[in-house]
């Protein structure tokens, strides 16, 4: 969808291609209204989610739902930060040892807010410059 498109744009600015990376979201879908069937779902996505990530070495958290519980942080007080297991150990019991996470919002509120458009768009370019640097290795 339009998010997708935005992401995959964002991305070929610093010369990352969506191709090339494994996509993945907590919701497959729209979110579920009770609170019993939000749990169930949660569970279910989550439980999918954690194996793709521990797989990856750099991994690009994306929204306000799964940045603050992978991180433990708001989005909007972490956006474009760096993590690695180096300064996060203590924080983040999920890190494998080489993996590289930065955070940022969910692509779609570009799409209804204008004030987070510079945001999305220093946390991708910090995740290219973590990739870059990566392959330089």
């Known amino acids: 969808g339009e ?3 935005i992401l995959e744009k964002e991305l070929n600015r610093v010369g990352l291609s969506l191709n090339a990376v494994r996509s993945t ?5 729209a979110v579920p209204t009770t ?8 569970d279910f996505h989550f439980n999918r ?5 521990r797989k990856a070495k750099y991994i690009l ?15 909007s007080q972490i956006a474009g930060l760096v993590y690695t297991e180096l300064d996060t150990s203590t924080i983040i019991k999920w890190l494998i040892p080489g993996q590289v996470v930065v955070a940022t919002y969910n692509p779609a509120i570009c799409l209804n807010t204008e004030g987070v458009v510079g945001d999305f768009r220093f946390s ?3 995740f290219g410059n973590e990739v870059k640097k990566g392959k330089k290795k």
Request: aromatic share 6%; net charge negative; with cysteine.
């Open 35 to 42: 609170k019993e069937a939000k749990t169930l779902e949660f």
């Open 25 to 29: 979201n907590l919701w497959g879908h």
């Open 61 to 75: 958290l994306c929204g306000s739902e799964l940045v603050p519980l992978m991180l433990g942080h708001k989005v």
């Open 49 to 53: 989610l954690l194996p793709e990530i």
């Open 3 to 5: 998010a997708a498109d």
């Open 124 to 126: 991708i370019e910090r």
